[in-house]
């Protein structure tokens, strides 16, 4: 019975390697010509939605070039679009759509920081969601050719989360690219989507690996890194229950998951005994659970590498070992904007065949008019804002995503990741941003023995005014310890942002204060914010910088470090 499940499971593969191939030499043919390309891009969208309440009010129908289409719509945020997709929910879809157009659902972004968006999600959308990701895989098929040999594991959100009032989903587009894969395809992943109707992250996460576990698994492949560590020490946490429960075919009753998910789920918790004593075995020999002892056929793990995820990676080696980690690319519920082509670095190139791009330049973002390129007008190492134009309804949007080009791809240019624009603070015109703090973290942990993976920088209004840098204790920590983190982390900062360094000399800045928190506190932060304002676990990203004065104040400090004692030493 295993050998005709690997048999299947590596056919299947095979079928997913000939597909992404086909894909993937379209997509070269048009990174060779990106102004055309990007201009049929753009007309398409067009054309498809130009009887739409909105492309009537626009004049879609007198837009024929990409200088009509630029001339008659502003650059826009999400309030423009809002009214529109208001009327979408409540089931009106010509109001952004076509007559040819069918909606699906509706993605919703992560609400963690704003109030969540409701992302329209139509056939073409989802039709070129799917392409980029055939184009990604392609990459990992010529690289990694044993990557799709057996299961893979992705955590997904659930297409139905909630409903609007006409009864159309709401929820991530991950679940429905699962629910929609043709059965032979959808076999091979795992867990099935069932799976993602668990609301309760702890719970979620140990079903999956409860799942996962019986699998031998080639390829894992999600969004956000922290959710394949949140799983794999759910594991580690939960060794001796979970190689039980394979044993038995059962899931413990301390977790919240449904009776009825679990009948559902049945054909995926048989007992698996041999399964359940070989695990036995790895835990007694070396006291733990790792992914690199009970799966050791993966070969490749895609998630993002860039921003604020980053920092996720160095905890890696301890559970996976020297297994190479793909970037997936830069993506969001409005839509997916670059296809990492290889292992190398973050980043990856423009996804110019499903959307229609423009560029702000980085020194413009607070203009009231700003300056738009085109894609084959962006410079090598230049840094510009994303505008989308998508088959979501979606029209020069801008996302607030900064990115830089750090090269091209035939013509096409490849970009990484740096941070939400709005992720930044300035107290005295330094204006620090999320990248430059993630990546002065980076570099003040790697001497500490329990190094941290989360934390907040924000703003502290004392005489002279300076910055806190809130993390989680950390056991065996000394302060010492804590104030060698400190140093790197400002050392670092003043090497990256010449005016904040500038600021500190003169003592417009004063110097910044380590806080300690109480260990969980991220945890139970992020919890109270997707209760309070909606939003996806697997889509969370956590914000290191945090522009709110003396938001510092909000948070479970246990203690507190400095550079240097005396006057400067913040008060209990």
Not at 140 to 151: F, K, P, T, W
Not at 540 to 546: G, N, Q
Request: charged share 30%; aromatic share 10%.
């Amino acid at each position: 019975m295993l050998r005709d499940w690997v048999v299947a499971g590596r056919l299947s593969g095979i079928g997913l390697k000939f597909k992404a191939r086909r894909v993937f030499r379209r997509f070269e043919e048009a990174s060779r010509n990106l102004r055309t390309t990007q201009a049929r891009v753009l007309l398409e969208k067009v054309r498809r939605n130009q009887d739409s309440r909105f492309g009537r009010e626009h004049a879609f129908h007198d837009i024929h070039s990409v200088h009509d289409f630029r001339r008659r719509l502003p650059v826009a945020d999400y309030t423009v679009f809002e009214p529109y997709v208001e009327q979408v929910k409540l089931g009106d879809v010509r109001a952004l759509f076509g007559p040819d157009e069918r909606l699906l659902m509706f993605a919703v972004t992560s609400g963690a920081y704003s109030r969540p968006k409701y992302i329209p999600v139509t056939t073409a959308f989802l039709a070129e969601h799917r392409l980029g990701w055939h184009v990604w895989g392609h990459g990992v098929a010529v690289d990694h050719l044993n990557a799709y040999d057996y299961s893979i594991l992705r955590i997904v959100s659930s297409s139905r989360e909630s409903t609007t009032e006409a009864g159309i989903p709401c929820g991530g587009i991950s679940g429905l690219m699962s629910e929609t894969l043709p059965w032979p395809i959808r076999r091979k992943y795992v867990p099935p989507v069932e799976a993602a109707s668990v609301r309760h992250g702890p719970s979620k996460y140990y079903l999956i690996g409860r799942i996962a576990l019986a699998r031998r698994i080639s390829l894992i492949s999600t969004a956000n890194p922290s959710n394949i560590l949140a799983l794999v020490r759910a594991v580690d946490r939960n060794a001796e229950m979970i190689v039980r429960d394979l044993h038995d075919g059962t899931v413990d009753d301390r977790w919240e998951i449904p009776d009825d998910l679990k009948r559902r789920l049945r054909g995926h918790l048989r007992p698996s005994r041999r399964r359940a004593r070989t695990l036995e075995a790895l835990l007694t020999r070396a006291g733990r659970l790792l992914p690199r002892e009970y799966w050791p056929e993966l070969r490749l793990l895609g998630n993002w590498k860039d921003g604020s995820c980053g920092i996720y990676l160095d905890r890696y080696p301890e559970y996976f070992g020297d297994v190479p980690v793909r970037d997936v690319g830069i993506l969001a519920s409005e839509g997916r904007m670059t296809i990492p082509l290889t292992d190398e670095g973050p980043g990856g190139v423009l996804d110019l065949t499903s959307h229609f791009f423009e560029f702000i330049p980085e020194e413009e973002s607070e203009s009231d008019a700003p300056t738009t390129l085109l894609a084959h007008e962006l410079e090598e190492d230049g840094k510009y804002f994303i505008v989308l134009t998508t088959s979501s309804g979606l029209y020069r949007y801008n996302i607030s995503d900064l990115v830089q080009v750090t090269g091209f791809f035939h013509e096409t240019p490849r970009l990484r990741f740096l941070n939400k624009g709005h992720y930044f603070s300035s107290l005295t015109g330094e204006k620090v941003s999320e990248f430059q703090v993630v990546r002065s973290m980076h570099e003040a942990r790697i001497p500490l023995k329990f190094p941290t993976e989360d934390g907040i920088f924000s703003p502290m209004m004392d005489d002279p005014p300076r910055y806190s840098i809130a993390v989680e204790r950390q056991p065996g920590c000394s302060r010492e310890e804590w104030r060698t983190f400190l140093q790197r982390f400002e050392d670092h900062l003043c090497a990256l942002n010449v005016e904040y360094a500038a600021k500190r000399r003169s003592g417009r800045l004063g110097t910044p204060v380590l806080h300690l928190l109480r260990e969980g506190a991220f945890d139970r932060l992020k919890e109270e914010r997707l209760v309070r304002m909606g939003g996806r676990r697997e889509q969370y990203k956590h914000c290191f910088v945090i522009g709110e004065i003396d938001y510092h104040r909000t948070l479970p400090i246990e203690d507190h470090v400095t550079l240097d004692a005396g006057p400067d030493e913040p008060p209990d």
